[in-house]
């Protein structure tokens, strides 16, 4: 299958990182190139695009797409190494840096990658493909830890039943496949949540973070994000749900904060300035065209916030 993905807010998020020509951006989730091209599209032979991406599918489709672009490069790094690639590339800051969160359609679609319930597949959700995968997880993480994966992660109340009939289910047989965990998943849940949506979706999702890690690289890699920018500098970022929201929503509070001295303190003695501001105080969602044309940009939020010319920590 061809690596296609249609990007998400793309509009809002190209007018919200307000290219400059000779400009220097990250794209640290190229997937398709997509967004990429689209940045890449605004700058002059004097600008330069960096797009990142973990998955080699995605590298290898990102490069082919953004070839014609003499100001792009793609790289084949998770977005949470960001620092250690502007280091090698002898850059000190950039002027503007989008992270877009999530599973690529491509990722989605491609039956063999693992990703959805609606077909079979090897039980894999690996986007780097290396390292542990979801059949891995399911079949030798405890009962305990499965419970707390798919309660935090996935936000299931159905958890620990379905942690308890993973564990029961791989003691006849390993869980291999997409449609052995989705049999599982539909049989540990009560018959009015099979009806009013697909019962596998939350728990998919669970796994599906825990296998690559995606929480604890988002924190590092907004961190390493947000110190990248130089004073003007915007950060664009799109989630996909609330938890990942969540983590984006506080960190930009937390940048834009600026006295921290408790409050009966009759004048700031911290000296602590904001280092950011939000460009947009709410975020940024589809529009009914786009809903319309592309049903996954449904649960999209866009969130951009501009580096202070002068902040501290």
Same mark, same amino acid.
């Given at each position: 299958?061809?690596?296609?993905?249609?990007?998400?807010?793309?509009?809002?998020?190209?007018?919200?990182?307000?290219?400059?020509?000779?400009?220097?951006?990250?794209?640290?989730?190229?997937?398709?190139?997509?967004?990429?091209?689209?940045?890449?599209?605004?700058?002059?032979?004097?600008?330069?695009?960096?797009?990142?991406?973990?998955?080699?599918?995605?590298?290898?489709?990102?490069?082919?797409?953004?070839?014609?672009?003499?100001?792009?490069?793609?790289?084949?790094?998770?977005?949470?190494?960001?620092?250690?690639?502007?280091?090698?590339?002898?850059?000190?800051?950039?002027?503007?840096?989008?992270?877009?969160?999530?599973?690529?359609?491509?990722?989605?679609?491609?039956?063999?990658?693992?990703?959805?319930? $609606?077909?079979?597949?090897? +039980? /894999?959700?690996?986007?780097?493909?290396?390292?542990?995968?979801?059949?891995?997880? #399911?079949? *030798? !993480?405890?009962?305990?830890?499965?419970?707390?994966?798919?309660?935090?992660?996935?936000?299931?109340?159905?958890?620990?039943?379905?942690?308890?009939?993973?564990?029961?289910?791989?003691?006849?047989?390993?869980?291999?496949?997409?449609?052995?965990?989705?049999?599982?998943?539909?049989?540990?849940?009560?018959?009015?949540?099979?009806?009013?949506?697909?019962?596998?979706?939350?728990?998919?999702?669970?796994?599906?973070?825990?296998?690559?890690?995606?929480?604890? $690289?988002?924190?590092?890699? +907004? /961190?390493?994000?947000?110190?990248?920018?130089?004073?003007?500098?915007?950060?664009? #970022?799109? *989630? !996909?749900?609330?938890?990942?929201?969540?983590?984006?929503?506080?960190?930009?509070?937390?940048?834009?904060?600026?006295?921290?001295?408790?409050?009966?303190?009759?004048?700031?003695?911290?000296?602590?300035?904001?280092?950011?501001?939000?460009?947009?105080?709410?975020?940024?969602?589809?529009?009914?065209?786009?809903?319309?044309?592309?049903?996954?940009?449904?649960?999209?939020?866009?969130?951009?916030?501009?580096?202070?010319?002068?902040?501290?920590?």
């Amino acid at each position: 299958m061809k690596f296609s993905h249609v990007p998400v807010l793309l509009t809002q998020t190209i007018d919200g990182l307000d290219i400059k020509p000779d400009g220097i951006y990250v794209d640290c989730t190229a997937g398709g190139g997509g967004h990429s091209s689209a940045i890449a599209a605004k700058l002059s032979n004097k600008g330069r695009l960096i797009s990142l991406d973990r998955d080699p599918d995605a590298v290898k489709a990102a490069s082919e797409r953004l070839s014609a672009f003499g100001n792009a490069q793609v790289i084949h790094r998770n977005y949470s190494e960001l620092d250690k690639v502007l280091d090698e590339l002898g850059i000190d800051a950039v002027d503007g840096i989008l992270m877009d969160l999530g599973v690529s359609s491509y990722q989605l679609d491609e039956e063999s990658r693992g990703f959805s319930y $609606h077909s079979d597949a090897p +039980l /894999d959700m690996r986007m780097s493909q290396t390292g542990m995968s979801a059949a891995d997880l #399911v079949n *030798t !993480f405890d009962e305990q830890q499965l419970a707390k994966i798919i309660f935090e992660y996935g936000e299931e109340k159905f958890s620990r039943r379905i942690a308890s009939n993973i564990v029961r289910a791989r003691e006849k047989a390993p869980i291999e496949t997409t449609l052995q965990l989705a049999d599982i998943i539909r049989e540990s849940v009560p018959q009015k949540a099979r009806r009013d949506k697909n019962p596998c979706k939350k728990t998919f999702q669970a796994i599906r973070i825990a296998v690559n890690g995606e929480f604890d $690289h988002l924190s590092e890699g +907004l /961190d390493k994000a947000f110190d990248a920018l130089r004073p003007g500098g915007r950060l664009a #970022v799109i *989630t !996909f749900h609330s938890l990942e929201d969540r983590i984006v929503k506080q960190r930009f509070a937390g940048w834009c904060k600026g006295c921290i001295c408790p409050p009966d303190f009759p004048q700031c003695v911290c000296g602590r300035k904001p280092q950011g501001k939000l460009v947009n105080r709410k975020p940024l969602e589809a529009d009914e065209k786009e809903l319309e044309s592309n049903n996954r940009s449904r649960s999209a939020k866009l969130r951009i916030i501009e580096r202070s010319a002068s902040g501290n920590g």
